[in-house]
């Protein structure tokens, strides 16, 4: 905790959301509830997809995707800040610092693919209908779904791969809740630059890509509804993709401003609610975001309460 100015530093102390001590217990109290329910929605979202049979379609299987990365991307986090709020001299070494980055960066680069993935898949469904069986095919998702995951987990090794090559000595002080990359770049003896580079093109890349591939679907599937005859089928079509674009608005929204935005983490308590959003916010909303309106969801959960 102290800072070292020229010993190399191997262990970090994360100061997290706050320093005042009464607000330690409520906000360990609230986190701790946000977390089950997180965990909840989302584990609950992909038992009911595997229970029920009529949920067997490809859409379901890229919810459940989404689910399960959404409580992949909460428990990489929440759990060390529960433990940090209540205990601030807690040391976490560079070795725990880069596996929670990458495991986080793995969480939100695969949920950047699935979101795109699941933006073709209401572009088949609503403007080709006669063909959604044949193109949305099980081998087609199955693919679709594994290729997210792989481009997912391959993304931060690069980076964790480059922050490797950095030596920690001005501050074993990292101002987050938890090991994002950006504060430690701050406290590095090393020119971060290329790094930070690196960061942002990937960041930029993925980001300009995938959102790009869901900005064509759904321009495509905005048409494909004004020229439905049937309101039942125009509502039932918005209600669908306006669950999906409030989710990829909150995502998309706040990783931009956090990783590709000038001046990306230059301010620190912005940087740190942008994070608490995306890590903490998100995967607690899209489980109920793709489930309140969705009957079929609602129903299959009945059933279940009926048993």
Partial sequence: ?????????????????????????PLFLVFLII????????????FLIWKDPHLHTPMYSFLGSLAFVDACSSSSVIPKMLVNTLDKSQMFSLFECMAQYYF???SATTECFLLVVMAYDRYVAICNPLLYTVVMSHRLCTWLISASYAIGFLQPIIHVGLLSRLTFCRSNIIHHFYCEILPLFTISCNDPSINALVLFIFAAFIQAFTFMGIIVSYTCVLFAILRKKSAKGRSKAFSTCSAHLLSVSLFYG?????YVRPGSGQDQYQDKMYSLFYTIIIPLLNPFIYSL????????????IKK
């Fill in 104 to 106: 986080f960066g793995s």
């Fill in 254 to 258: 706040t990783l931009f401003f956090m």
């Fill in 293 to 304: 309106r969705n009957k079929e969801v609602l129903g299959a959960l009945r059933k279940i």
């Fill in 35 to 46: 977390y089950l329910t997180t965990m909840a929605g989302n584990l609950g979202l992909i």
């Fill in 1 to 25: 905790m102290m800072e070292a100015n020229k010993t190399l530093v191997t262990e970090f102390v994360l100061t997290g959301l706050t320093d005042l001590p009464e607000l330690q217990v």
